[in-house]
């Protein structure tokens, strides 16, 4: 029973940890999505949260019926051989370029705060995922039953510290000036799709390494309520700072003015959240790709790695400017084909 609960906690620690990056941690994400929309917000993370716990079980649920070992092959079951093979390709240079983003974040951690040379930071990050990533799945498994319990404790303690102020309930019920537009409304929906369809690429061979239905549905959902209480205390945190809006780490500025003490713990939180998205991505990737290259798990991680170096040098801003748009439309469309498969009924 014990063995059970262990393999349940760590599938929610592994979706948690694929699921959130630094805009999590930095506060960027959650203001762009729903902060910034007021109550409305509030209601769009409950939504969001929903989906989360639907969804993600639901993935992983076909995934495990089908027998799918790679997001390719889940990506044949709900799109068709033929329609699969343009998606995946698309959904490849989104977890490259996503990879290159979250190095190139944990050289700049290294940079800003140790005064510590960018590269030796984002190097250090390539060598310690490299070693995390030999271990296999067991090695996933391990860093994100660390991390995870941190971002979540991290996360209560942040909104503790804001709620002296004693306008909790006026922020929180505060609705924006401007009126409620599409944007508004598709803001949960988008957010949601957008990283499940990047999740998928790791929840999909977790739930084939694990197998048992009811390991996978309780580890899903408690991934999902976990997401949530992230979502809802960053939030709350959030909506106390004034102008929120006009800041590009607002959580920064939270933790200076309400929890100074925690400085260093919020430097690990958002080093800990670039790490456990890059073994994720880096995961999923070495597993997709080594369907088509005979090599060993190292050289492929180290092709991987390679790749994600150079799509950063080459400016991955203006590449995700481009596809960005296209990628955004495939995740609902992915979402909605989730939504629709009848593979994971129960």
């Known amino acids: 029973m014990l063995s059970r609960w262990s393999g349940v906690f760590q599938i929610a620690a592994v979706y948690v940890g ?28 409950l939504i969001a949260g929903y989906i989360f716990i639907f969804s ?24 068709g051989k033929k329609i699969a093979g343009i998606i995946n390709i698309f959904f490849l240079i989104m977890l490259l370029g996503v990879t290159a983003v979250m190095i190139s974040g944990a050289g700049a951690v290294f940079e800003e705060q140790l005064g510590v040379p960018k590269s030796i930071g984002s ?12 271990m296999g799945m067991r ?64 929840l999909v061979p977790v739930a084939y390494e694990v197998r048992d239905e009811k390991v996978i549905k309780r580890g899903a959902i408690l991934g999902g309520i976990f997401l949530t209480v992230i979502l809802l205390t960053g939030h709350f945190s959030l909506m106390t700072l004034p102008g929120v809006n006009s800041f590009e780490i607002p959580s920064a500025v939270i933790m200076r003015t309400a929890a100074s003490q925690l400085y260093w713990m919020f430097i690990l939180v958002i080093y800990g959240e670039i790490f456990t998205s890059v073994i994720g991505n880096i995961y999923g990737l070495q597993r997709q790709i080594s369907r088509y290259i005979k090599w060993p798990s190292i050289l492929i991680i180290a092709l991987i790695f390679f790749i994600a170096l150079g799509i950063g040098e080459l400016g991955y801003g203006r590449l995700l400017g481009y596809i960005y748009p296209v990628f955004g439309y495939i995740s609902l ?6 939504w629709k498969s009848k593979g994971g009924k129960e």
């Open 139 to 202: 090695g996933v498994f391990t860093v994100n039953s660390f991390v995870v319990p941190i971002m979540i404790c991290f996360s209560i303690i942040l909104f503790c510290s804001t709620l002296g102020n004693g306008e909790f309930f006026h922020n929180l019920t505060k609705v924006p000036d401007e009126v409620i537009t599409l944007k508004t409304i598709l803001s949960p929906f988008a957010y949601t799709a957008f990283n499940l369809a990047l999740a998928q690429a790791v």
């Open 123 to 134: 190097w250090s990050t390539i060598i310690l995922a490299s070693l995390v990533l030999m």
């Open 56 to 79: 993600g079980t639901k993935i992983m649920l076909i995934s495990a019926r089908i027998n799918a070992s790679s997001y390719e092959e889940f990506n044949q079951f709900l799109f």
């Open 333 to 338: 469309l992915f979402l909605m084909l989730v």
């Open 18 to 45: 694929t699921v959130v990056g630094a805009g999590f941690a930095t506060g960027k994400e959650i203001v762009e999505f729903f902060t910034r929309y007021g109550f409305y917000g509030f209601i769009g993370i």
